[in-house]
């Protein structure tokens, strides 16, 4: 099993930044990728970021810039550095790891922008 811990969330002013992190723990040697998605009230779960153990990275077109993922393999943790915030940006944010047939989920972390 792997445990996903996110932190980093809250409350920020349309324009603002956050970083939210995400520390991997327990069986996590065939992790391959890693990453951030958001769900909205009322809309389904969706990709934002993510990021595989050989540092490529894929990104939702919607974000256009605003957003970057990063890992340090050392601490197990991913990071996601999201800038020039809008209000529809507000979500529920969830760590995702992957490797095999297996997905883990984070318990999720409420990410809100203010207008």
């Known amino acids: 099993q792997v445990r996903l811990v996110e932190s980093g969330g809250g409350l920020v002013q349309a324009g603002g930044s956050l970083r939210l992190s995400c520390a991997a723990s327990?069986?996590?040697?065939?992790?391959?990728?890693m990453g951030w998605y958001r769900q909205a009230p009322g809309k389904q779960r969706e990709l934002v970021a993510r990021?595989?153990?050989?540092?490529?990275?894929d990104y939702a077109d919607f974000l256009k810039g605003r957003f970057t993922i990063s890992g340090d393999n050392a601490k197990n943790t991913v990071y996601l550095q999201m800038n020039s915030l809008k209000p529809e940006d507000t979500a529920v944010y969830y760590c995702?790891?992957?490797?095999?047939?297996?997905?883990?989920w984070g318990g999720g972390i409420q990410v809100t922008v203010s207008s």
């Open positions: 995702n790891a992957a490797g095999g047939t297996h997905y883990y």
């Open positions: 327990g069986s996590i040697f065939d992790i391959n990728s």
């Open positions: 990021i595989t153990s050989g540092r490529s990275t």
